[in-house]
Each structure stands twice: as structure tokens, then as C-alpha cells.
């Protein structure tokens, strides 16, 4: 490929298409007359003007780096900055304006925070939230690709652990997580993404088909709803409806093909579609490990889009993720002298396979001020695994299998979504809708006991529960500078026929043209998780009881303050404090130290029964973003948050959570330089990141030894604590363009010092001893990308 490349190379300068269309920011109509300019890096100005349907066309823009300014008479001016033009694709942008509250005879256009480059799609979230910009998942080194990896650089945001991306937002759960896709509300899109959880080792998500999209951390507006920690709002683009384009991927997330292009030019209809299949049999065939001792992850996930426009303005959408991965976690096979198998055990052959697919439609309109849109979907997931429990003889070699575990888990969901929201004039507008969530389940899992003949079923069920949100929200502007937004969501759950209702605030003012301070104020409530609500238990005289299935939701309550401050055109930070309680948490009807705050630790099952709403917690902060965003071949980001996090199980003693290392930093640079007088580039990124020791609950040796596997003090749960976490990551990448096409090469050096850190202790019966197992050590990941 490289050396075809060289041969097509031509000497004419590289040229690139930056087209697209402008909006009224509520409302979702075309403007007409809009003025967009462009400063290009040569000096020369390119500009163009929106037609009778808000589109824009601006031809032969060089390639590189430059920015687009947008104004238009009785909106707010907008500028982008840093938008990468390349050989290889076209540019299709849409911008979105705002009304101005003042209309004067001569129009004064005034700078605010809507220059930000990191302001939200959703512009009622004002406090913890910001965009989810899709070039960064490109661009920060250790982010490969994965827009949760690349969360986890945020303020508030806990990584930590090199074999899964689960967010860890302000010491809460990662199951208090919110995913939505499109408007839907979708099941976890992760490969090996189980169903007690929000995260896994490789996203399903493909960040070349995904729009910028929003990341909310707190008091999120009201049309997000059965979350308790925070919420990634996913929009998918449009393919190019003018013109087919192909990319060649390979990298650390897998090979990969996409194309997009229109189905007719004078249709608008459009399509995107992209295919991966996994690498990591690859690389371990080379001889590199990535955390998973001696056992292959095999995946393979789809994402498309297809966008069809109407004769009378409106536009159908047809969307859909989906994924498929297996892996078999081999204790037989392990080096017995090693502890490098982060997801299985010695002592175990595991088999697991996952399934997880989302497909939906949507129609969208705008009718002179009023935006609707309905979306329709399903969604699917399904678990399956079993495992054998190992038995050595003296000199450790195999010489029987037993049945130990098996399980069956399947989920169907149907959804509908309406969202509308109606601009009544320049200052006041209302967001309204309703979600319906009808979800199938088929749940089987049981615990095998060889030496006893007997097993214990913790889960079999096959049911059926409907949960119904509806929500609405005013903005009033009561001037340029103070802006309120006040709504409530409410949530009705069939399975156990409960309400919540749940008021949602925030306030906005824009001290001058730099500066911003705002507040916000929430209730969320959450339904526990199904497999919790059906997990089983025998009584004395063999009736099995569900003792779950009526709890609670959980309840959180938000209070944010904001401080926002653009130093300059590029530099922003941003400081916010936060204070959150929960209450109405499950606990353990006797006394003990569980609480639900901590699931989400691992991917098992949390197999408590008889547990009561009757836990609590609290959570509070503060966090610094220093940000200065690509401007002049450079940029940087600097995040750190400092906090404290607590819970109180069924005995009444207050401890850490799981969750609660106290502290995280995280430092990211890059630096790009323009290779030769052709249109090339070499960048330099480098990421360095450290988060407080991770709590653990220490292991009881004597009992450990008594029953021959690890066995826990919980009297003294997360008492003890990790050292500190460290990782530095280094990325080095060189873009060449050609005519009409472009050769990305990059090479991104993971954990480059190799530093220790540790995944988990265990007690190991063969050695009778505690080990120690560690996270990745140093990994090389090799990355081309083609587009033409």
C-alpha cells in the first residue's frame, strides 16, 4: 500500500472541500445568508454564503489546519477553530446558532461562551458537562481509538485499570452510567461488555463513524433519565452525500474497511459503514503480550448509518451498532510461574462468548419553530459461559475437569423515543418527550459443586419489565449574560410498579465576555439492575424466594458550581466543585458491609440476596481543567480532581468506596510540525497519568487456607489501600497527504516506563500464598490509516 502510494504521488498542491449547513440552534431550520469565512495557515481567505437551504460549499481549502468563523445578522457569531482539512476526505460540517436576546439597530456581535470549543450538542447542560471531540480519540496517546479511554482524561474521571475502559465518574459506580445512541437509550456497547456492566476491554464503538457527541458527569438536563453517575450522549454523522470515499484501517482495536458515499447526487441520501475484526491473535502470533497471559480475544463489530432526506424537508435515518467476541480463558495452559493473566485464574478453564447489537430509525422535521423527532429501535444482548475447575496432581499437571459454573443470560429490548422542543422567541424555548423501554430477559446462571454433587441456581428467569420517562425543560433568557434552565423527568418501572420523580435546575451567568459562573441542582434515580432484582434463594424447606425483586431505586441528589474562564482565544480553565448524596442504596438486611455503591468492580455477578433500600453515601470534589486547545502546531491539557467518597452498609460504619483513590491527574501535550513545503505532518504526544492507590479489602489467610480459595475480611472492607497508580503514554505520528488521499501512519508506546501497577491480590492454594498480579507492562501499538 505504501508503495503504491508513492507512485500515485503528484506535485500539485492538495486540495479539500469544507461544505455543510447552518441551523437555528432550537428550532433545527435552515438559515439562508449566513457569511462563513475561512482564515486559511497561507493567509488567503476562502469564504462562502448559506443557500435557500442552509448549505454552504467552500472548494479548494489547502490542507492543514484552519478556521471558520460564522455570522449572521441577529444570531451570535461562532468560530471553530483547528478544523483538519486532509487529502483523503471531505469536510462536512453543521453549525448550529444562537439567537441574540438584544436585537439593535447595528448589530454588535459579541464573543461568549459558545466559542468554546468543548460547548455540548445539548446546550441546557451547563455545569459537568462538555463534547466529546473525536479527533482527540486519534490524538492522545494511550486513548486507542476508544472513546472511553479517551473520557477518562477529564476532570472527574477515574481510569486506573489497563484491561477495561469502565468510567469511574466522582467515586460513583460505573453502572451508574447512562449510554445513549441516536436518542435511544442502548445496553452496554463494549465487546465482553457484561451485563452487569458499562464498560469492557474494546469498545464496539467506532470512533470514524461517530459525531461529536456530549459527556455529562452531574445534574445532566432532564431528558436523561435512570442514571446516577453520569451520561455519554453518542450522536453517529452522516456519510458524504456528494461523494464516495474509502478507508483501510489497522490498529490496536483491529482491522478495519469503511466506505461512505451517496446512493444518487441529486438525492442527498447517504450511507457510512464500517467493519473491524480484531488484531490481538496477531500480535500475540508476534509474540507480544497485552494482558491476557496465554489467551486470544477474538471480536468483530459493525457501525452504520444510512440518511434519507424528503421532498418536503424532513429526514429518515436508519443507524445500528453491533458486536461479537469470545474468548477462552485457559488455566490449563497458564505458566503456573507467572501471574500475567489479568481475566482468568490457574485454576479454571473458562469458555465466554458475548453478543451485542443495536439497530434503530429515526424521522426528524422542523416545522417553523418546533424540532420533532422520533426514533424507534431494538437492542440485544447475550452471555454465555462455563467453566471447569482444574485438578493437578503434585507435579501440577491436569488430570481431571469438573463443572464449576455455567451461565445464559439474554436481553431484548424495544424503544421509542419522542423529542421535540419548540423556540418561542428569542429568549424563551421548551424541550419535551418521552422514552418507552420494553425490555425482554432470559436469565440463567449456577454455581457447580463437584465434591458436594450439588449446585446452587442464583439466577432463572424468564420475564418481562417496561420503564417509562418523560421529560421537559425551560430555558429562559432573561438576558445575553443570565440564562436559567428549570425542568423534571419523570420514570415509571413496571417490575415493580414505582414512580420517581425528579426536578432538575441550573442557572448560567456570563460575567463578561471571558468569564462564566454556573450552578446546577438534580434528582436522579435508578433502577437496580435485573439480574440483582431476580438473584434467588432457597429457604430450609426448599422454596425459592426472590428477595430482590421489590427494591427501590436508588437515589442521588447533584449540587455543582462552575466557574468558566477563556484566558485567551485558546486557553480555558475551568473550575467546579460538587457535593453528591445517595440514598435509598441496597444493603444486606443483616449487618454487614455491602452496599451496591460498589458493584461494578468486576463483571460478575453481585449474587446478594435479601437486600434492602436502606444504604447510603456521599461524594464531593473539587476539579481543575487547564486547557489550551490546538492553535499554532501545539496543544495541552491538564486535569486534576481531588475528592472523597464514602458509604454506609447495613452495619452503620462509614468507609471508603471501592472507588475512592482520592485523587487524579492527568497531563496531555502534542506537538505537530509541517514536514518539508509539501503538506506533511509529524505530531508528538505524549499523556502522563496518576491516580491514588485503588482501595482493597484485605484477604483473610486463615480462612483462605481453611477453604482453599481467597476468602475476605468484609468487616474491614477497602480498609487497606494500593500504591499509586502511574502510566506514562508516548504517540508519535507522521500524516502524509497525496492528490486525493491520505496515508496516516502512527506508533503509540503504552506504559513506557513500565511501571508496576498492580491489577489484584489473590490467595493461590497450589503455593499457598498471596500473589500479586499486575496490570500491562510496556506495549507497543502500531496504527495505519488510508483514506481515499
Not at 444510512?306 to 424532513?314: A, E, I, Q, R
Request: hydrophobic share 35%; net charge neutral; aromatic share 12%.
Amino acid at each position: 500500500m505504501l508503495l503504491t502510494c508513492a507512485l500515485s504521488e503528484l506535485a500539485a498542491q492538495s486540495t479539500q472541500t469544507i461544505r455543510g449547513k447552518v441551523v437555528d440552534g432550537v428550532s433545527n431550520t435552515a438559515l439562508i445568508g449566513v457569511s462563513l469565512l475561512i482564515v486559511s495557515s497561507d493567509d488567503k481567505v476562502y469564504g462562502s454564503t448559506t443557500d435557500s437551504e442552509g448549505r454552504f460549499r467552500i472548494d479548494n481549502v489547502p490542507v492543514g489546519r484552519h478556521t471558520i468563523r460564522v455570522t449572521y445578522i441577529g444570531y451570535e457569531e461562532q468560530t471553530i477553530a483547528n478544523v483538519i482539512v486532509t487529502a483523503g476526505k471531505e469536510v462536512v460540517l453543521t453549525f448550529s446558532l444562537t439567537e441574540s436576546v438584544n436585537q439593535l439597530n447595528e448589530v454588535v456581535i459579541m464573543d461568549n461562551v459558545k466559542n468554546d470549543k468543548t460547548a455540548t450538542n445539548n446546550d441546557i447542560a451547563v455545569v459537568s458537562a462538555r463534547s466529546f471531540n473525536v479527533d482527540d480519540t486519534k490524538r492522545y496517546a494511550g486513548a486507542i481509538g476508544d472513546p472511553s479511554r479517551m473520557a477518562a482524561n477529564f476532570a472527574g474521571v477515574v481510569g486506573g485499570n489497563d484491561s477495561r475502559n469502565d468510567i469511574v465518574v466522582r467515586g460513583n459506580s460505573p453502572t451508574g452510567m447512562l449510554w445513549q445512541l441516536e436518542g435511544l437509550n442502548i445496553p452496554n456497547p463494549n465487546h465482553f461488555g457484561a451485563l452487569v456492566s458499562t464498560g469492557g476491554p474494546v469498545s464496539i464503538l467506532n470512533n470514524n463513524n461517530l459525531d461529536k457527541s456530549d459527556f455529562m458527569t452531574s445534574a445532566f438536563p432532564s431528558q436523561y433519565g435512570n442514571a446516577t453517575a453520569g451520561v455519554f450522549d453518542l450522536r453517529l454523522r452522516d456519510g458524504n452525500n456528494e461523494k464516495r470515499e474509502l478507508l483501510g484501517q489497522v490498529g490496536f482495536n483491529g482491522f478495519e474497511f469503511g466506505a461512505e458515499g451517496p446512493f444518487s447526487k441529486k438525492s442527498g441520501a447517504s450511507y457510512i459503514a464500517n467493519y473491524r475484526y480484531s488484531t490481538l491473535g496477531l500480535f500475540q502470533t508476534l509474540g507480544i503480550e497485552f494482558g491476557t497471559g496465554s489467551n486470544t480475544p477474538s471480536y468483530q463489530d459493525l457501525n452504520f448509518k444510512v440518511s434519507l432526506p424528503t421532498s418536503n424537508g424532513g429526514k429518515w435515518t436508519i443507524f445500528g451498532i453491533g458486536g461479537m467476541s469470545s474468548v477462552d480463558l485457559l488455566g490449563s495452559e497458564a505458566d503456573l510461574d507467572k501471574n500475567d493473566n489479568l481475566y482468568g485464574t490457574e485454576n479454571r478453564d473458562s469458555y465466554t462468548q458475548y453478543r451485542t447489537g443495536v439497530a434503530g430509525v429515526s424521522y426528524e422535521k422542523s416545522i417553523a419553530n418546533t424540532y420533532l423527532r422520533f426514533t424507534a429501535g431494538a437492542s440485544a444482548t447475550s452471555e454465555s459461559f462455563d467453566s471447569d475447575s482444574l485438578v493437578r496432581n503434585n507435579e501440577s499437571e491436569v488430570i481431571a475437569r469438573h463443572l464449576r459454573a455455567e451461565g445464559d443470560m439474554n436481553t431484548q429490548k424495544y424503544s421509542f423515543n419522542f423529542y421535540t422542543r419548540t423556540k418561542f422567541n428569542a429568549r424563551n424555548s421548551v424541550t419535551s418527550g418521552f422514552y418507552i423501554d420494553a425490555t425482554q430477559f432470559d436469565l440463567f446462571n449456577r454455581d457447580v459443586y463437584a465434591n458436594l454433587n450439588s449446585d446452587t441456581v442464583r439466577l432463572d428467569v424468564k420475564d418481562e419489565a417496561t420503564r417509562y420517562q418523560f421529560f421537559s425543560s425551560w430555558k429562559h433568557r432573561f438576558s445575553q449574560q443570565l440564562v436559567l434552565n428549570a425542568g423534571a423527568h419523570v420514570q415509571y418501572y413496571s417490575l415493580n410498579e414505582q414512580w420517581a420523580l425528579e426536578p432538575r435546575v441550573s442557572l448560567q451567568y456570563i460575567i463578561n465576555t471571558n468569564q462564566s459562573l454556573s450552578v446546577g441542582y438534580g434528582i436522579h434515580n435508578q433502577a437496580q439492575n435485573i439480574t440483582t432484582s431476580f438473584i434467588q434463594t432457597k429457604t430450609s424447606t426448599g422454596e425459592l424466594l426472590l428477595t430482590n425483586k421489590n427494591l427501590d431505586f436508588t437515589t442521588s441528589q447533584h449540587y455543582v458550581l462552575t466557574y468558566d474562564w477563556n484566558i485567551s482565544e485558546n486557553l480555558r480553565l475551568k473550575a467546579e466543585g460538587y457535593y453528591q448524596t445517595l440514598s435509598n442504596v441496597p444493603v444486606e438486611r443483616e449487618r454487614s458491609s455491602f452496599s451496591a455503591l460498589n458493584t461494578g468492580v468486576s463483571f460478575a455477578i453481585e449474587d446478594e440476596d435479601s437486600l434492602v433500600n436502606k444504604g447510603s453515601g456521599r461524594n464531593y470534589g473539587i476539579e481543575l481543567t487547564l486547557e489550551r486547545f490546538f492553535s499554532k502546531g501545539y496543544y495541552f491539557l491538564i486535569t486534576t480532581s481531588l475528592f472523597d467518597s464514602k458509604y454506609k452498609g447495613s452495619d452503620g460504619i462509614s468507609r471508603n468506596t471501592a472507588f475512592n483513590t482520592q485523587y487524579v491527574l492527568n497531563a496531555l501535550a502534542g506537538k505537530e510540525w509541517r514536514i518539508g513545503k509539501a503538506r506533511n505532518f509529524f505530531s508528538v504526544n505524549l499523556k502522563l497519568t496518576t491516580i491514588g492507590g485503588k482501595r482493597l479489602t484485605p484477604i483473610d489467610i486463615a480462612n483462605s487456607q481453611l477453604y482453599g480459595r481467597t476468602i475476605y475480611k468484609e468487616s474491614e472492607a477497602f480498609s487497606e489501600r494500593q500504591d499509586p497508580y502511574f502510566r506514562a503514554d508516548l504517540r508519535f505520528s507522521y500524516r502524509k497527504e497525496y492528490k486525493r488521499s491520505t496515508l496516516e501512519v502512527a506508533l503509540d508506546l503504552q506504559n513506557l516506563t513500565n511501571n508496576e501497577n498492580i491489577f489484584m491480590q489473590s490467595y493461590n492454594a497450589r503455593t499457598n500464598s498471596v500473589v500479586t498480579q499486575y496490570q500491562q507492562s510496556f506495549f507497543p501499538v502500531p496504527y495505519v490509516r488510508f483514506t481515499f
